[in-house]
């Protein structure tokens, strides 16, 4: 593999169902019976990432190429006249033993493995996830024309604006079905960065709402952001000022967001079905052209995508999240 002519050429390939869920896709070793890419993942890192790829042991390229993702369930919220359905996942890396983010940073740290690494792994493993996923449900004949997948954009992508954008174009699904969060510790100098990935590519954005992001920042990335996300710590806030009787400031208040982000879709993460606060906005809720929806680590989607995705808690008790049932025979 020299070239990215060859890499794409490779990549075009596998959207043969056969190859790809026959001989490039594994289920990881141990923890949970989920999509590995250990060979994609190898070849097309070695390819956009040569340089930082040729330094890392055997031992790390071994960890990093098992990088794989688990999902957590987007569904609608309010207003209640919309139809309760799964509108998306958002995807997140995990190792082939289950870890979370912050424990792969640790074990990659260990391993001497560079961040940016860790980031391009988990985004390769998020396309062919989207690919596999597609091909399963186009063999049982259901179709997933608005479903949408999420995954983080921090500085460790964006210093690697080029690599990014081979990624992308290597899958080009991903002007379709994906959203890309930008991460509320992005700074000021990325801005022209980000707009122009957004203009060149056709990507589309979501902003993640939290107090860390700074405040010109967040105010020059409206315009681009179709989906506003409210963080899951900024959630548990508006749970604690519901409870403390604020609910008519909270309705207010997301009002003139609505209206002053100019956005369709705001989504808040970190609620349970047994939350106050979606209890709360169902019934409140009246804003017709801006839809709320909840995301959820510990919720498994509505139909058909329940028969795609398990909870990860059912095999782990202390681990959160979805993990894609594409290797499973269930009987």
Not at 193 to 210: C, F, M, N, V
Not at 245 to 260: L, R, T, V
């Amino acid at each position: 593999m020299q070239n990215v002519e060859e890499l794409q050429q490779y990549v075009t390939g596998l959207t043969d169902e056969l190859i790809l869920t026959g001989q490039t896709v594994v289920a990881a070793p141990g923890c949970l019976p989920t999509p590995c890419f250990p060979e994609i993942i190898e070849k097309v890192l070695g390819v956009v990432t040569e340089r930082e790829w040729d330094d890392l042991t055997d031992r790390a390229r071994n960890y990093l190429k098992w990088i794989t993702v688990k999902a957590e369930s987007i569904d609608t919220l309010a207003p209640r006249t919309l139809q309760i359905t799964t509108r998306g996942f958002e995807l997140l890396a995990i190792d082939r033993d289950g870890n979370s983010f912050g424990e792969i940073v640790e074990r990659s740290q260990e391993l001497g493995i560079p961040s940016v690494l860790v980031r391009f792994a988990s985004l390769i493993a998020t396309f062919l996830t989207v690919r596999l996923l597609r091909q399963h449900m186009e063999h049982d004949h259901e179709a997933m024309p608005s479903l949408t997948f999420s995954q983080n954009v921090d500085a460790n992508y964006l210093n690697y604006p080029r690599t990014l954008k081979i990624l992308l174009e290597l899958f080009p699904e991903y002007q379709q079905m994906f959203f890309f969060e930008i991460n509320e510790e992005v700074t000021e100098d990325y801005l022209a960065t980000i707009r122009s990935l957004a203009e060149d590519l056709g990507i589309r954005l979501a902003l993640d709402d939290t107090n860390k992001m700074d405040v010109h920042v967040h105010h020059k990335l409206l315009d681009l952001a179709d989906w506003i996300k409210i963080d899951f710590q900024a959630t548990a806030y508006l749970e604690e000022q519901l409870l403390a009787g604020n609910g008519d400031n909270i309705i207010e208040h997301f009002q003139e967001y609505a209206h002053g982000a100019r956005s369709p879709v705001i989504v808040f993460e970190g609620l349970t079905e047994t939350s106050p606060l979606k209890a709360f906005l169902e019934e409140r809720w009246k804003v017709t052209n801006t839809v709320l929806y909840y995301q959820s680590r510990e919720r498994t989607p509505v139909p058909p995508w329940n028969k795609y995705f398990g909870l990860i808690q059912d095999y782990h008790n202390d681990k959160y999240g979805l993990f894609f049932k594409g290797l499973i025979n269930e009987k």
